[in-house]
């Protein structure tokens, strides 16, 4: 029997589902109260700080000056067009984007602290805010940093051999102007951290809402001045990351820092507002594209000028290099680009800073590259299943023009599966029937790939100062046959702990609830990189897996001396170790108990301890979906039909978990597509601080999934499972904007900016209808 | 996100809750379902000094009445109240189909009608259904009960006829019985936002002409608007595709639309065109 491939109900579940998890806020008990007192104006130079006069036992307030010998949060990236800021856990001398802390108010209550923060007066000499790559990169434009004279942080280039004499032979060369704006990733919990000091050790243990414990350690410690083994963070349940949650934030200095000043217990809990103001933004990118396509609809050349407005600060520890050096080495996706011209820079501006979001640039990329094959089928006169299928890669390995290397993938494939579930003729039957009675219907296709589980090489050719991507897991078995397995990574709300248990269960031959995973305690798990970039069934399963083989050997050497047989003849199944063809068992509890209380017998070490690692080079899966819509088009509202996702991510180690993964992506990509966009005034105000402003979808904008599966076996991956976190977000808005784009075709409407509101929608309508006197008359 | 400091009370009794606000003035404000006001608190962009909690004030709540005589709607009633039609008729009807377009399930079973009249915000369905159907608002002080038409109640966005010292405590509903079609148009982001914008009508149509119309929109402008013009225009007229179109010609020259992050001006004008239409189509439906 196996435990891989079950759909087994997620071992995590019961307590969440019945409110026993415990979040950050529930250790906030007997905790003084923080908040931040946070910069009003996006950018000026700090002339004076006033603090509020506090009568005894009232609390207290600090400011940067308070905050002797703590550094500034400044990542690396060994690249020379890279331009290293450096942020401070206070504003010290100037501010340079609305929210950033000021100052930070303790008191009594959460309430108290606030009341505090709010009469901090923060004396601003303001300048003009710069708010967009385009005012970032004018002539003559103000330093935000006087470490980037020309705004920008990090900047790709290169242009391959052929390049132009490829574009010289083109019969059609698509030129895209496409655009995503802003957005948050929008966890459900927010940020928050209590950090607590240990008076009969000095040390400090910070309970926070993080995705990369062992890394914030590591940060912390360095900016704070401390050392690591005095510092123990842990994180607790979790309630959503989405990549938001990765990076070292200021507040976190500031608490550890107040927990080590007071030395007591302080609690920071985030609210909203700060959520959307000050924790970190992503997708705010300008992506100009030409594709040179042959007669036949090869695409022979790609040609990118692409833009990420990467805010005022660089994430630690991926830095600002994330989205903008994603968005040019993996443009082509799934497609075949024989030649590539790209340019693509990290822009800083007065706004939020950038950190990775589920997806990170690959939403925006795959609508690019969705978008041109859709644009140059029309050009070309080709249909648009097939244009793709002309251009999709099919041969594994496969070398991109950027050393992007694909291991074995099935896009062609998956499309053509996704194509023939929906029934494309009969779509079109139905669009054509719907027109007549003056409604929109449209169908949109995205391909794309989504590298996943990748290890330290590929983030060293990054040049990323930190090289994260290796995993380390620690697993024993205790005298009573249970299992532990000790992790690095740091699942929150992905079933990680139930689809490891499941891999240790097929591996040991004990049932999966006797499996305990510990994650997300730096004092209780191996040095590990968290949970991000989707990585984590690949590495920590893979160096799982390494763990539990060895923990399997071990056993059974103590089953054949106990049964006195051969090694070779034991296995272990359902909670036995058996000799096959003889009526030889032995419990397996019995074998731990022998283990550690009759080691004597064995000759071996006692106990059974093993560790695996694993460091891969990357996995790539893909998937197609298929997004149908319907357009009203007197209001530009959408409404998504039907959604077919065609997936391919290897072995699924649980389904329901993968299915689980791909659902909440695409819920996430129609925020993208159609709902979700962060707006800031001309003077830097953030206009959507609460979520009646921010609209992520709800159930009622979701439809139902049909989800399919493809099963690629990719030698990269010692499990068999490829990563699966991210690709319902990077696949959906492609979808969902070639389907409102299909659907508006009689209106000549282009669709380049997500998201796709009703208004913009609309009025693109409405200016087509004016333009368009072919339109309908009816617009 | 914690309000700043308050004090708290909670009268049993109209009587004690009237002195009460009385007593207090500008500094109070009146809890009721608390589904606004709690979060502008929390935002700390209100800032009461005292709440008077009306929950627990008796005979506040409750909807009597029926669709041809009129409908009298207690103010402390919860939106949920209308989830199924309290009566039978066109009247009871149309509250039922508008009350699914207030936020969401959770929210209607605490905000209550009363609240949201109160704190007229421009989007409010139960702005747009008193101010179009020309409700009466009975107002306590403890100086007695004086009843305000709703047109004269609101005054712009979060701002009404309402002093201090007063509670609303009731609304009638004039009658809408057998004869009348109801429509109700609203467009939102997504399910459940505050209307980009509605509109709201009821027509009586014999022999295929319209004989008695009331129309209204919300979400465009500062309050709910009753569109006394076009209600004339309306009447005499086919009730065809062409009469609905050149009402809601008149309506969007007539209404200074607002504007805000989801809708600019001019989308708001021509969504308002849309609504007017469609809602009119469904009552002579």
């Known amino acids: 029997m196996t435990w891989i491939g079950r759909s087994l109900p997620r071992l995590e579940d019961p307590s969440l589902l019945k409110g026993h998890g415990t979040y950050v806020a529930d250790h906030a008990d007997g905790a003084l109260h923080v908040a931040f007192a946070r910069s009003p104006l996006a950018a000026g130079e700090i002339l004076g ?48 984007f609305p929210g950033q802390a000021v100052a930070v108010a303790v008191a009594r209550t959460a309430a108290e602290a606030e009341d505090l923060a709010e009469q901090v007066f923060i004396d601003i ?14 002539e003559g434009a103000r330093a935000v940093h006087p470490e980037a004279p020309e705004n920008v942080l990090v900047e790709g280039n290169l242009k391959t051999k052929g390049f132009d004499e490829a574009v010289a032979q083109a019969a059609v060369v698509i030129e895209l102007d496409l655009r995503s704006r802003r957005q948050s990733a929008v966890p459900m919990e927010t940020r928050g951290g209590v950090a607590s000091y240990d008076r009969a050790t000095g040390r400090v243990t910070l309970v926070a809402s993080v995705q990369m414990p062992h890394m914030l350690r590591t940060g912390l410690a360095d900016v704070v001045g401390m050392a690591e083994s005095d510092l123990r963070v842990i994180a607790p349940d979790v309630g959503g990351g989405f990549g938001q949650k990765m990076s070292l934030f200021p507040e976190y200095v500031v608490l550890v820092w107040l927990a080590r000043k007071l030395r007591t217990k302080v ?48 994430c630690y520890p991926v830095t600002c290099g994330v989205e903008p050096l994603m968005a040019f080495g993996e443009l082509p996706g799934p497609y075949v680009v024989p030649e590539y011209r790209g340019r693509s820079r990290g822009v800083t501006t007065n706004t939020c800073m950038m950190a990775p979001y589920r997806g990170v640039a690959r939403p925006m990329l ?21 244009i793709r299928r002309r251009n999709l890669i099919t041969s594994f390995p496969h070398r991109s023009p950027t050393g ?3 291991d074995e993938g099935s896009y062609l494939q998956a499309m053509e599966a996704a194509v023939a579930h929906v029934d494309v003729p009969a ?26 589980g990748y290890g330290t090489p590929v983030y060293a050719q990054r040049g990323m100062g930190i090289v994260p991507g290796y995993e380390s897991v620690d697993l024993a078995m205790d005298p009573s046959g249970n299992v532990e397995v000790r992790i690095g990574s740091s ?36 040095y590990g990189w968290g949970t991000f970039a989707s990585r984590s069934m690949v590495i920590a399963g893979g160096a799982t897996k390494f763990a539990a083989e060895a923990a399997a050997d071990k056993l059974k050497a103590i089953a054949a001396k106990m049964m006195e047989v051969e090694v070779g003849a034991v296995v272990l199944d359902e909670g036995y170790a058996r000799v096959p063809g003889t009526n030889k068992a032995t419990p397996i509890p019995d074998l731990a108990r022998a283990a550690h209380h009759q080691s004597q017998r064995f000759g071996l070490e006692a106990g059974i301890r093993t560790s695996g690692f694993y460091d891969p080079g990357g996995t790539f899966s893909n998937a197609c979906h298929i997004c149908e819509v319907e357009v009203d088009i007197e209001t530009g509202g959408v409404k998504i039909l039907r959604f077919v996702v065609v997936e391919d991510a290897g072995v699924l180690i649980n389904p329901m978990i993968v299915d689980g993964q791909i659902a909440g992506g695409v819920a996430q990509g129609i925020g993208n597509a159609l709902y979700e966009e962060l707006i800031y005034d001309e003077d830097g105000n953030l206009l959507t601080t609460s979520l009646a402003d921010y609209l992520p979808p709800t159930a009622l904008e979701v439809p139902d999934l049909e989800i399919l599966h493809m099963e690629t076996i990719s030698p990269e991956s010692v499990t068999k499972a490829k990563g699966v976190g991210e690709g319902g977000t990077i696949g959906a808005p492609a979808a969902v904007l070639n389907a409102v784009a299909d659907a508006l075709a009689p209106f000549g409407v282009e669709i380049d900016e997500m998201p796709a509101t009703p208004q913009k929608i609309r009025l693109a309508i409405r200016n087509m209808a004016i333009r368009n006197t072919r339109a309908p008359a009816d617009v | 996100m914690k309000p700043a400091a308050f004090a708290y009370l909670a009268p049993t009794t109209l009587a004690e809750a009237l002195e009460m606000i009385d007593r207090i003035g500008d500094d109070g404000k009146i809890l ?35 669709s041809a005589r009129g409908i009298s709607i207690g103010a402390l009633t919860r939106h949920a109240a209308f989830h199924t039609p309290p009566f039978s008729g066109p009247l009871a009807d149309l509250l039922a189909k508008v009350v699914r377009n207030i936020a969401h399930y959770p929210i209607r079973q605490r905000g209550t009608f009363g609240g949201s009249l109160s704190h007229a915000d421009p989007a409010s369905e139960w702005c747009l259904v008193t101010a179009t159907l020309g409700a009466t608002l009975h107002i306590a002080s403890l100086t007695g009960t004086r009843e305000v038409a709703a047109a004269d109640f609101f005054r712009g966005t979060f701002t009404t006829a309402l002093q201090p010292s007063e509670i609303l405590v009731r609304i009638d509903l004039p009658p809408l019985g057998a004869g009348w079609g109801t429509g109700f148009y609203e467009f939102s982001r997504r399910k459940g936002d505050f209307a980009l914008a509605m509109a709201l009508t009821a027509l009586r149509i014999e022999g295929g002409t319209i004989r008695e119309a009331r129309l209204g929109v919300g979400g465009v402008a500062d309050r709910a608007l009753r569109l006394a013009k076009t209600e004339a225009f309306l009447v005499g007229q086919p009730a065809h595709a062409e009469t609905f179109a050149a009402a809601a010609a008149m309506a969007q020259d007539s209404i200074d639309v607002s504007e805000d992050i989801h809708a600019g001006a001019d989308y708001r004008r021509d969504l308002l065109g849309t609504v007017i239409r469609r809602a009119l189509a469904e009552a002579a439906a």
């Open chain 1, 49 to 96: 700080i006033e603090l509020p006069e506090i009568a005894p036992g009232g609390g207290q307030v600090f400011t940067a000056a308070d905050l002797h010998g703590v550094g500034v949060i400044r990542p690396v990236l060994n690249r020379p067009d890279y331009r290293a800021v450096g942020q401070p856990a206070l504003a010290a001398g100037r501010v340079v």
């Open chain 1, 125 to 138: 000499e303001p300048q003009d805010p710069i708010l967009t790559f385009d005012a970032a990169l004018a």
């Open chain 1, 267 to 314: 609690a920071w809990i985030e609210d909203r507002r700060e959520n959307f103001l000050a924790s970190a933004h992503s997708r705010d990118q300008a992506f100009f594209v030409r594709g040179a396509f042959s007669a036949e609809g090869r695409l022979l050349a790609l040609d990118a000028n692409l833009k990420s407005n990467v805010g005022a600060f660089s």
């Open chain 1, 366 to 386: 795959t609508f690019t590259m969705e978008r041109l094959m859709e644009k140059a089928a029309k050009a070309l006169g080709l249909d648009a299943v097939e």
């Open chain 1, 404 to 406: 992007v290397v694909y």
């Open chain 1, 427 to 452: 779509f079109r039957a139905r669009q054509a029937r719907a027109r007549t009675e003056g409604r929109y219907l449209g169908l949109g296709v995205s391909v794309f790939s989504e590298r996943t």
């Open chain 1, 491 to 526: 699942p929150h709300g992905q079933g990680l702990k139930t689809a490891l248990a499941q891999l240790v269960a097929d591996e040991i031959g004990v049932v999966p609830d006797r499996v305990r995973v510990i994650a997300g305690d730096t004092d209780a798990t191996p």
């Open chain 2, 32 to 66: 009721a379902g608390g589904q606004s006001l709690v979060p502008a608190m929390n935002f700390r962009l209100a800032r009461p000094g005292t709440l008077v909690d009306i929950n627990g004030v008796a005979g506040l709540s409750g909807i009597s009445g029926d």
